[in-house]
C-alpha cells in the first residue's frame, strides 16, 4: 500500500514556476512508477508526465514538453513536477499517482493523492 500527498501548488502568474512535491508513505514506493495528472473545472484528467522507479525513463504530454520536468528521490520518497513557463491553460489540480509501468492512462495507476491546486492568471 502506498499513501500519496501532493504538495507546492498555488496561484501564479503566467511565465511563472511552481514546483509541485508528491510525498509517499509505504517501503515499496522505490518500485513505483509515478505519473502526474491534472484536471481542470469540467474536463476530464489529463496525463502530464510520469517516470519510472528509477527516474531514468520519463514520458511527457505534449503540452507540457519542454517546460515541466519530473524527477524523483527515492530515499525521500518523494516525486517532484518542476512546472516553468506557466500558462493560464495550466490552471488544474494536479494529481500524482502511483503504478506498476508507465503509461499516460489515469486508469492504469493504483493509488492518487487528494491533489494540489495550480492556478495561472494571465
Known amino acids: 500500500q502506498v499513501q500519496l500527498v501532493e504538495s507546492g501548488g498555488g496561484l501564479v502568474q503566467a511565465g511563472d514556476s511552481l514546483r509541485l512535491s508528491c510525498a509517499a508513505s509505504g517501503r515499496t514506493f522505490s518500485s513505483y512508477v509515478v505519473g502526474w495528472f491534472r484536471q481542470a473545472p469540467g474536463k476530464e484528467r489529463d496525463f502530464v508526465a510520469t517516470l519510472d522507479w528509477s527516474g531514468r525513463t520519463t514520458r511527457f504530454a505534449d503540452s507540457v514538453r519542454g517546460r515541466f520536468t519530473i524527477s524523483r528521490d527515492n530515499a525521500e520518497k518523494t516525486v517532484y513536477l518542476q512546472l516553468s513557463s506557466l500558462k493560464p491553460e495550466d490552471t488544474a489540480v494536479y494529481y500524482c499517482?502511483?503504478?506498476?509501468?508507465?503509461?499516460?492512462?489515469?486508469?492504469?495507476?493504483?493509488?492518487w493523492g487528494q491533489g494540489t491546486q495550480v492556478t495561472v492568471s494571465s
Open positions: 499517482a502511483g503504478g506498476s509501468y508507465i503509461s499516460d492512462n489515469y486508469r492504469d495507476y493504483d493509488y
